[in-house]
């Protein structure tokens, strides 16, 4: 009788921790990991309910500091923990919040990675390039060891730049694990909405008269794909994450068939103070100072690595436009999610449901 080779024993999935599940970038991240056969378990936590829908990601409600999370880690087993709950629009919240969240929050995130027998090895943070603060003094490209130009002194750049010197130290403490921080630039397209992203929807956008500063943008496609790519890769380090070409404000303003309505260096806060008592847009002096110097950031570490961009700047920007216009003309036709608790948990642990093979 012939010998029957046996099977090679099949590797276990990957266990994946998601922070920030109710955020526009946590839920999707969650989404597509979900489509891959290799990922055997999802934990997406959050002090809010899922506002997508999710078919084997399992909800942990939590505090907005994470308290919790070594507890979920060593329960969990968790090997890889992707960070996506950083507060990076100052519109958001505020100073307070912002602190607990970025950095209360991130600082437990690395207490139950670096717990004694952590099962952990791979860490995903998704920062943004604020952490390069803006000035005049700027370079026309930041490359990912580029220090900031001037002291920072915004709470989103401080707060990032916090976090990912937590980020550091625990990657210099935890040569095992592979640790990544991706800077994400202006971020844009179909459903995202930031300062920018509103501002470009107004009737003339907002501009700072005698400046046309060169913005880079980043689709948020290219966003979720350079996490999984990431993740897919256990690529260590920081990544700058950006479209190619810098595009003049004008310019970006011109794509989407508006003319800019330059503010005057005095009374920029009163004369904006009607579109944030509205709700159309604010505009923090955040991105005042970036509506006036712009910022540039280098993208070739990435590349280098094997990730290819499937939109440059101009691209995405025309994609988010499309997508507006769409939207004015259909108007918004998929139905909102809720999350309930009680029909999720007997979808997914009733032994009623029959289960596809």
């Known amino acids: 009788m012939a010998a029957q080779a046996s099977n090679p024993p099949q590797q276990p999935g ?54 919790i ?45 670096s717990a004694p027998n952590s099962t952990v090895r ?67 397209g179909e459903e995202i909405e930031t300062p920018l992203t509103r501002a470009l929807q107004l009737p003339a956008v907002p501009s700072q008269f005698g400046f046309d500063p060169r913005l880079q943008f980043v689709h948020e496609h290219d966003v979720i794909r350079s996490i999984l790519f990431v993740l897919k890769n256990s690529l260590s380090g920081v990544f700058n994450v950006a479209g190619d070409e810098m595009l003049p404000w004008t310019e970006v303003a011109t794509i989407c068939g508006k003319n800019t309505f330059p503010l005057p260096p005095a009374f920029q806060a009163a004369l904006l103070w009607p579109l944030k008592r509205s709700g159309l847009v604010s505009l923090p002096e955040e991105y005042l100072n970036l509506l006036r110097y712009g910022r540039g950031v280098d993208t070739r570490r990435l590349k280098a690595a094997g990730f290819e961009y499937h939109y440059d700047s101009s691209a995405a920007v025309n994609a988010f436009i499309e997508a507006v216009r769409l939207r004015k003309t259909l108007g918004h036709h998929d139905p909102s999610y809720r999350y309930e608790r009680d029909v999720e948990q007997f979808f997914r642990h009733s032994p009623a449901v029959i289960r596809e093979p």
């Open 14 to 67: 990957r266990r994946v921790l998601v922070t920030g599940l109710s955020s526009f970038w946590g839920g999707r991240v969650a989404q597509h990991l979900e489509a891959d056969p290799s990922i055997e378990v999802i934990v997406g936590l959050d002090t809010d309910e899922p506002k997508v829908e999710l078919n084997r990601t399992e909800y942990v409600r939590v505090d907005a500091n994470y308290s």
């Open 69 to 113: 999370l070594a507890k979920i880690v060593k329960a969990a087993r968790i090997d890889t923990i992707i960070h996506t709950f950083l507060l990076v629009d100052p519109t958001q919240a505020s100073r307070r919040t912002m602190h607990e969240i970025n950095v209360i929050g991130t600082m437990n995130l690395f207490a139950a990675a």
């Open 122 to 188: 791979n860490v995903i943070v998704k920062s943004s390039t604020a952490v390069y603060g803006c000035a005049a003094e700027d370079p026309t490209w930041f490359t990912e060891e580029t220090p900031p130009s001037r002291p920072l002194r915004h709470p989103v750049e401080r707060s990032l730049d916090q976090v990912e010197g937590y980020v550091r130290d625990f990657a210099e403490d935890n040569p095992h694990v592979a640790v990544s921080i991706l800077r994400f630039s202006n971020v844009i």
